[in-house]
């Protein structure tokens, strides 16, 4: 540690007490990197870990007092390296930051700290009658503040949408350590620019949220489930195409193919159609005679793709397993090796195109890709699935990998669902967004962090300052 | 006309035609306000309308060499004076960018230029059972556009949203007349930061859109009407109350009070009961058994309030006659006076408490404060009628607008539910998000429009260079 690590990180013990400032090597590797394990990652000088907005304040004055990068993060779940350290740097962990300070029915909202798991605000409304529905498939135990930081989504996005759609309002600690209080309590509101949803899926560049109002839903009924097996993937892209031009709008239509149906039933043995070539799941969650007909024009659309068989069912348990099948899907493919994971969003009419695609690039790379994703709103996570140990299949992953995102962009989608951009995709951000768009981000980031100071290098890479000044004299020429 | 002024208006015509500039002061007069009618508003130098994203582009380049600030606005519906002239200025019509570019079924989305009147979509898009829900009272005049520029609501919101949750992507002119395209059209899609829900709700001051991609919903049921009448106009707050608390979620709940009643039933006599103190007007568009249960919640709610009648009908003629009593509001409310329209959200908890309040500023100032508003989700429109030829009624007025908006801040609501700051609300929007939001603002508006030529001194006042220069320097200090 050099002697300038060691003030700085002497501030930080004083200011939030020792057992808050981790520099253990042996610790803080443990928070080194996310879920994305072929990703890039550096080794943090210091593991901060605050129990109060307070503390991320001092923290964030100590860093910018020293010019040290911050990397916030909750859980670690994420799937891009947005979390990952930064050599020398701070990685400020969220995690202990974990009250729902409030529930309130009357307004069908909750404010959270960011250290909630996802499930716990899930269990913390249910009681109420209340539901927050974005449930990425690290539910269980993703935080909300990583979920802010990606604009997460899941399963339930068809219908209900993703994290941003639920966020009233934010408290977010600038670089400099001052407190922003943004949004509202009310169900409307136009005063100002809309911050908050400037803030939702930043991947911590712009600031560290440390406080979130959100709103909350009426629990829906249960569910309906229906299961549905066919001889090509594709087919289940054609039931969607008729599902958006029908009107209909499921609680969740999810597809997985054969390679991830019988690593799935490897697995948690849920008797699913291993002969099947994909399968797709449905729910309707509108209750009563309209599920019912939800569900029968569902069977309709099935049957007319060519479904080889359709079942649906009310009994929970039946329908909790294939939920499982569909959320263990990941935990599944990575028994079979090492997995790139693509999570691409293509307009819905192109949800056949796009699985075709996968297909034809997984023939190309003589590989497995496993097609598994959110049909019902086209965001679709195709997994490359190789022997990292194997230079060649590497190599040749990593080219099937890089297909696909160019195959979504191809077709009007982004290669940024809901997973976030973080190190793995920050080329592909610039390459999606284009030239005009990456001057205004690093505009937009100089405004609000000017010495790089919050998660460098993650989400796009920042440019001169040459080019920055041509940026912030746009209308000055 | 200054010899400056002839030189740059010599070069939009020559970039747009003599027929898209234009100079008589008696037509530019037309445009130099929108329908803040005691709003302040300067004269403008040329009203520019032009054709296309490129004549954008040159009016834009035009102005950022010459320094002539640029007020963007569509048909001048805006209750904010947002839309008014700067002297000297251009003021930058955009109605004749009125073309509906596309629309998609199998993406369930629709491609607007920003001139396309509000009504002009929605009729666009029902052929293919398709809505686009935001609808302000407005609708059958009011812009996209300008929809965009304010986030507009309307009377669907209590269901389905405001303006910002349908942008799926824009197009943008920045101010040095770059063209920025952002967002998508998928469902979900993180690619960067949300630029596009930024420029929503940002009022003409970050660049100009040209361009938007509008998500659409299938065309819901034939909505069941309920009204109901009542003793106090505070009892309707209650059913708002109860409707949030019993996990309600009807397509349209709107108050009226008796001031409101008379008006409209003089005007277009709609056999309202003017006896009742207030009206409570509700729709239920979940077809079927469903849309059933809902009326038969809320006519129990509404009765368990106190309410003296209560009816349904899902005789379409009676129900298009029940709403358009709601959306004559304030025109018949015009008929009595000039008016100061308010556009309060509060949590919808504060439904109730707000009511009460306005009453006792009405009575406090001696003057008639109509009550009507989107009860359903708390943004409610209290209206000060007064004599304007009067100073004394004139002053009482803007004693009680002003009461009226310190009420709804300190209930936790905001003083913009869907109407925009524009000119009128600029010193309290400062009130209401603070000196850390408020610099962020400013630093946004820097980076994007550093010259502030776009609409200046609407929304928020632009700070000194040097209090921008604290902040620009924030993690640097």
């Known amino acids: 540690m050099t002697a300038r690590t060691t003030t700085w990180v002497r501030e930080l013990q004083d200011a939030l007490g020792r057992d808050s400032v981790l520099t253990d090597p042996e610790v803080t590797a443990s928070y080194a990197r996310d879920q994305a394990m072929l990703v890039q990652a550096g080794v943090p000088a210091a593991v901060v870990l605050p129990r109060s907005t307070a503390e991320v304040v001092a923290v964030l004055q100590v860093a910018s007092r020293h010019g040290v990068p911050v990397v916030p993060r909750g859980a670690g779940s994420g799937l891009v390296g947005g979390a990952n350290a930064i050599d020398g740097g701070i990685t400020l962990v969220l995690t202990r930051m974990d009250a729902v300070l409030e529930v309130a029915p009357a307004d069908r909202l909750a404010v959270v700290q960011p250290g909630v798991v996802n499930k716990t605000l899930r269990d913390a409304v249910r009681g109420h009658g209340l539901f927050y529905p974005p449930d990425p498939a690290s539910y269980d135990w993703c935080t909300i503040g990583g979920n802010l930081a990606v604009n997460s989504g899941g399963l339930c996005c068809v219908k209900y949408g993703v994290t941003t759609d639920y966020v009233l309002g934010l408290e977010v600690v600038l670089a400099d350590g001052r407190v922003l209080r943004t949004g509202r309590r009310t169900v409307k509101g136009v005063a100002g620019y809309d911050l908050a949803r400037l803030f939702v899926g930043s991947e911590g560049t712009l600031g560290v949220i440390t406080e979130a109002t959100l709103a909350l839903r009426p629990s829906p009924p249960a569910p309906i489930t229906l299961v549905a097996s066919f001889g090509t993937s594709a087919q289940t892209g054609q039931v969607v195409e008729r599902v958006v031009t029908s009107g209909l709008v499921p609680s969740m239509l999810e597809v997985m193919d054969q390679t991830c149906i019988r690593a799935v039933d490897d697995l948690i043995r849920a008797d699913l159609d291993r ?203």
């Open 275 to 477: 002969d099947a070539q994909a399968l797709l799941l449905a729910q309707s969650d509108s209750g009563g005679e309209a599920a019912a007909a939800e569900i029968a024009l569902l069977t309709r659309l099935c049957e007319e793709a060519g479904a080889d068989f359709v079942h649906s069912t009310d009994d929970p348990a039946e329908g909790d397993l294939l939920l499982t099948a569909r959320r263990m899907a990941l935990p599944a493919l990575e028994r079979l090796g090492s997995l790139l994971l693509d999570d691409v969003a293509v307009p819905r009419s192109q949800v056949a195109t796009f699985i075709d695609g996968c297909v034809a690039i997984a023939a190309e790379a003589g590989l497995v890709v496993g097609v598994v994703g959110h049909a019902g709103d086209g965001n679709m996570h195709p997994t490359v699935v190789f022997d990292a140990a194997d230079d060649d299949q590497r190599a040749r992953a990593f080219t099937a990998f890089d297909a696909i995102l160019a195959l979504g962009l191809s077709l009007g989608g982004t290669v940024a669902g809901e997973h976030g951009v973080g190190t793995l995709k920050a080329d592909w951000l610039e390459r999606e967004i284009g030239p005009v768009s990456l001057s205004v981000h690093q505009a937009i980031k100089d405004a609000l962090d000017p010495a790089g100071l919050l998660n460098p290098g993650k989400l796009f890479r920042r440019g001169h300052r040459a080019d920055l000044g041509a940026v912030g004299a746009l209308a000055g020429s």
